[in-house]
């Protein structure tokens, strides 16, 4: 069987199966990964053969009172020995709770192509990455503020914040333009402050599944389909369809790419929530941009102009292309 084939007869295969079973859950940060796949993988810490800066911002539903956003910097290095290292802090807020948080990652990537050489074509050599992050966050709730706007339950009041260590670990592998990749979060069991006094919620181990192959289709140009299946200890999934066409003008150092994503959410009350989101690059030498136009396509969409995200991206060194 042709080796571009296969990956895709496993692309739809994987797809159907999620199509009957997602269901979904918002996580801050990981939102973000398809600017930059160490949001929700450790392993691609230093993946590349050089060192990024990332700065991204995430508006959702503009025109709601409250309406949640997530602040993330990041930044990840190639080291010597075939070791990586990378960590980002992020800032988020929802309604009345916040999160405020950072990680720390040490990868090690195991070159599989004979000679050990990495290439920095589109098409790249064979390689395993492992590694492993610590975590630290802080959850903090404004009962106070809770309580003026609502007028009540006083239960709430009694949110206490948390700060709390925790883990995740991640692999990571690619072959000539496919990549997979599965990582887990949360390792550490943490309880969370609810408003009753009897439940101290924990939060779920978190899984990311990540599959995708990239295709030539010209001299200087990619087609990249891909896929994101969240899932956790509390039977709450989600799933993302990637579709991603990219163009390298490697004499002028400069490259753009344009992709659609279809995100497909399923709560236990068998809520379907569906989004759209639009997305536009632009890498000037070593400098990106980015910019990302999400909808609900449910009733949410008569309450707010949509979720806006921006990246700001930059490169020690000249690459192809920013993620992975």
């Given at each position: 069987m042709n080796k571009r084939i296969l990956p895709l007869i496993i692309f739809f295969v994987f797809v159907e199966i999620i199509l009957i079973t997602v269901k979904g859950q918002e996580y801050p940060?990981?939102?973000q990964y398809y600017f930059n796949y160490y949001l929700v993988n450790p392993a691609l810490a230093g993946v590349n053969d050089c060192s990024y800066f990332m700065?991204?911002?995430e508006q959702q539903w503009v025109g709601m009172q409250d309406a949640p956003y997530t602040t993330s910097f990041s930044f990840q290095t190639r080291l010597k020995n075939n070791f990586g290292v990378g960590s980002y802090i992020f800032n988020d807020k929802n309604g009345y709770s916040t999160q405020q948080g950072a990680q720390l990652t040490v990868a090690y990537h195991i070159p599989l192509t004979p000679g050990a050489h990495y290439t920095k074509s589109i098409r790249r050599d064979r390689q395993l990455s492992l590694a492993v992050s610590a975590k630290f966050f802080n959850y903090g709730f404004d009962s106070e503020l809770y309580r003026v706007v609502t007028g009540a339950d006083p239960a709430m009041q009694n949110l206490n914040s948390v700060t709390a260590f925790n883990a995740?670990?991640?692999a990571y592998y690619t072959s000539y333009g496919f990549f997979t990749g599965l990582s887990f979060t949360n390792l550490a069991r943490i309880k969370m402050p609810s408003s009753e006094a009897a439940i101290e919620p924990i939060l779920p181990l978190t899984g990311f599944y990540l599959l995708g192959n990239e295709f030539t289709v010209g001299k200087s140009e990619a087609?990249?389909?891909s896929l994101m299946y969240m899932f956790d200890t509390k039977q709450d999934m989600a799933?993302?369809?990637n579709l991603r066409y990219s163009r390298d003008i490697a004499k002028e150092k400069y490259s753009y790419?344009?992709?659609l994503?279809?995100?497909q959410n399923l709560d236990k009350g068998n809520y379907q929530a569906l989004s759209l989101k639009p997305i536009v690059g632009f890498q000037f030498?070593?400098?990106?941009?980015a910019y990302a136009y999400g909808v609900d396509l449910n009733k949410l969409v008569r309450f707010n102009y949509g979720t806006h995200e921006l990246m700001l991206g930059y490169t020690l060194c000249y690459t192809e292309k920013f993620c992975r």
């Open positions: 940060v990981y939102n700065l991204t911002h995740n670990v991640g087609l990249e389909p799933m993302d369809l790419w344009i992709q994503t279809l995100r030498n070593k400098i990106h941009l």
